[in-house]
C-alpha cells in the first residue's frame, strides 16, 4: 500500500469533552479508493470521529489531514451525508433545492445548468430522480435519506464521508445504495448499523469505542457463511447469519 | 372611500415597505429559526431609545448602533456556544429592556412619544421613518439576491454548508444583523413589542403554502400587504388604533388559517 496515494491521516488524535475522552490517541491511515465501514456503539465517538474528519472539530490533541491538508481546507473535496437533518419540516424547499446544495461553494451564488444536470444525475444514482421536483415535507425517511446520499454525490467528491446511508431505507432501496457504494471509485468512509453492508465489497472496518478507539481489521472473513461473529472487532454485531 | 386614500396615503406606502421588510426579514427568521434573537433585538432595542433620550442623539440613529451592537453579540454568543444560548438571550432581551428604563429614568424631561416606540403608530410615520424603511429594503433584496443559497443551505444544515466551505459565521452575523436592521426600521410603525407577530406572522403562513423560497417570499408580502391594508382600512372605518388593528387582522388570519388547514 505504500506507493498508494494517502486520503486520510491520523496521527496521535485525542479529542475531549470537557474533560471526558471521547477518542483517545488515534493513529489511523486510509488510502484513496478505499472502502472503510465504521462501527460501533452508540457514544462510542463514531460521530466525533466524522466530524474530525471533516473539519467541524478540531481535535485536543494530535493532527489530521486529508490529501495531506487540514481538513478545513479541503472540506470541499469531501461529499458528506449526515444521519438526519433536524430542519424545519415545513421548509419550501424541492428535492432538487436540497441536492444543488453540493454543487454551493465559498464565492458562488448562481447554480448553472451544469449544476442542475449533476444535482439530476445524482438523484438518479440513487433511485429517486422521479421525485426532483418533490417538496422535501412530503418525503418519507428513506426517500429524505436518498436525497441526502444524492446531495454528498453531487458535490462530484474525492471521498464521501456517509452516516447511516442505509436508516430508514426499504430493503429494494438498501441493496441498491450497497451496490452503488461499491461500484463507487473514490474513498469511501460510511458509519453504519447495518450488518449488510459489510457483505459488500468493503475494504476495512474500524470499530470505535471511546478509549479503545480503533481497531483495524483486514482481510476478515465476511462472508455470511464465515466466522466473523467470532472477531472481537464485531462482538457488537448479531450473528444474523448463523 | 377616496379620503381614506388621501388621509392615509403616506401609511398606505409604509405599509407596502413594510409588506417587503416582513416577507424576507421574516422568512429569513422563520427559515433559520431566528424568532427568539429577533425578539430578544426588538425587546433590547429598547435600552438604545433611552440611551440616545439620556444622550441628546437623534433616537433612530442611537437605537440603530444599539440594536447592531446587540445583534453582533448575540451573532457571536448563538455561534459560539448554540447549545446554551437560550438562557443568554434571555438575559440580553432584559438587561436591554432595564437599560432602557434605566436611561430613560434618569433622562430630565418627560417624553409623551415613548409609548410609539413600544407599540408604534403606522400612521405617524415621518419621512425619514420612510427613508430608513426603503434603505432597509433595498439592502434586505440585495442579500437574498446574492446570498439566499447561502442563506437556505444554513437553515437546513449548517453542518454540510461548513463542509461547502461557506463562511457559515458570516451568514449567521449577516441574518443576524439584517434582522436587527428590519427590527428597528418597523419599530416607529408596528413597536418593538408588536413587531415579532407581524415578522412571523405572514412567512408561516406563506411557508406552508409555497414550494421553494421566492415564492414564499412573494406569498408572504401579498400576505403582509394584505394584513395592513386591511387593518389600516378597519381602523379608519371603526376608529381603532391603527398598528393594533393590523396585528389583531393578522392574528385572525393566523387563526383562519390554521383552522383551514386542519
Known amino acids: ?60 490533541e494530535g493532527k489530521i489531514s486529508l490529501f495531506g491538508r487540514p481538513p478545513r481546507e479541503v472540506s470541499h473535496l469531501v ?52 421525485l426532483a421536483e418533490r417538496k422535501i415535507s412530503t418525503l418519507s425517511g428513506g426517500e429524505r435519506q436518498r436525497t441526502l446520499l444524492a446531495r454528498a454525490l453531487a ?30 471509485q473514490m474513498t469511501r468512509i460510511v458509519v453504519s448499523h447495518d450488518i449488510n453492508i459489510l457483505l459488500e465489497g468493503v475494504d476495512r472496518i474500524l470499530y470505535i469505542n471511546r478509549e479503545l478507539v480503533v481497531h483495524e481489521s483486514i482481510d476478515l472473513d465476511l462472508h455470511p457463511s464465515g466466522h466473523f461473529c467470532e472477531i472481537d472487532l464485531l462482538q457488537e454485531l448479531r450473528c444474523k447469519h448463523e | 372611500m377616496s379620503e381614506f386614500f388621501t388621509l392615509f396615503a403616506p401609511s398606505l406606502i409604509a405599509a407596502l415597505l413594510l409588506s417587503l421588510l416582513i416577507a424576507i426579514a421574516g422568512s429569513l427568521m422563520l427559515l433559520g429559526r431566528y424568532s427568539y434573537i429577533a425578539a430578544a433585538i426588538a425587546h433590547g432595542s429598547y435600552g438604545g431609545v433611552g440611551l440616545a433620550l439620556l444622550l441628546g442623539l437623534p ?68 419621512s425619514g421613518d420612510l427613508l430608513f424603511l426603503a434603505v432597509v429594503d433595498l439592502l434586505l433584496i440585495a442579500a437574498l439576491l446574492l446570498y439566499r443559497h447561502h442563506f437556505l443551505a444554513l437553515a437546513y444544515d449548517r453542518d454540510f454548508a461548513q463542509v461547502r466551505g461557506i463562511r457559515v459565521g458570516r451568514i449567521h452575523t449577516l441574518t443576524i444583523l439584517l434582522l436587527a436592521l428590519s427590527v428597528v426600521a418597523s419599530i416607529r410603525a408596528v413597536g418593538l413589542i408588536l413587531v ?37 382600512f378597519l381602523s379608519y372605518w371603526f376608529d381603532l388604533p391603527a398598528t393594533a388593528t393590523i396585528i389583531l387582522t393578522a392574528a385572525v388570519g393566523f387563526m383562519l388559517f390554521t383552522i383551514g388547514r386542519r
Open chain 1, 1 to 60: 500500500m505504500g506507493s498508494r496515494t494517502i486520503a486520510v491521516e491520523l496521527k496521535g488524535v485525542t479529542f475531549l469533552y470537557g474533560r471526558e475522552p471521547i477518542l483517545q490517541d488515534i493513529d489511523l491511515t486510509i488510502y484513496e479508493g478505499e472502502y472503510i465501514v465504521v462501527i460501533g456503539p452508540n457514544g462510542g465517538g463514531k460521530s466525533t470521529f466524522l466530524k474530525l474528519l471533516l473539519g467541524l472539530l478540531e481535535p485536543t
Open chain 1, 155 to 184: 458535490t462530484q467528491p474525492r471521498m464521501v464521508v456517509l452516516d447511516e446511508p442505509t436508516a430508514a431505507v426499504d430493503m429494494e432501496g438498501q441493496r441498491q445504495i450497497y451496490r452503488l457504494l461499491h461500484s463507487l
Open chain 2, 196 to 232: 415579532i407577530a407581524l415578522l412571523s406572522i405572514p412567512p408561516f403562513i406563506a411557508e406552508r403554502l409555497s414550494r421553494n423560497f421566492l415564492e414564499m417570499v412573494f406569498l408572504a408580502a401579498l400576505l403582509a400587504l394584505l394584513f395592513t391594508g386591511t387593518g389600516l
Open chain 1, 79 to 130: 461529499g458528506y451525508m449526515p444521519q438526519n437533518v433536524h430542519q424545519n419540516s415545513d421548509m419550501p424547499l424541492r428535492v432538487l433545492d436540497i441536492v444543488l446544495q453540493g454543487r454551493l461553494q465559498r464565492g458562488k451564488y448562481r447554480f448553472t445548468r451544469e449544476d442542475e444536470r449533476v444535482a439530476r444525475e445524482s438523484l438518479e444514482m440513487v433511485g429517486v430522480g422521479g
Open chain 2, 59 to 126: 433616537i433612530l440613529l442611537g437605537t440603530t448602533l444599539f440594536a447592531l451592537l446587540l445583534a453582533l453579540l448575540l451573532a457571536y454568543i448563538t455561534y459560539r456556544s448554540p447549545q446554551r444560548s437560550d438562557l443568554l438571550i434571555g438575559t440580553i432581551w432584559a438587561v436591554g429592556m432595564s437599560l432602557g428604563i434605566l436611561f430613560i429614568d434618569l433622562t430630565p424631561g418627560y417624553r409623551s412619544d415613548l409609548l410609539g416606540y413600544l407599540f408604534g403608530n403606522i400612521l405617524l410615520l415621518e
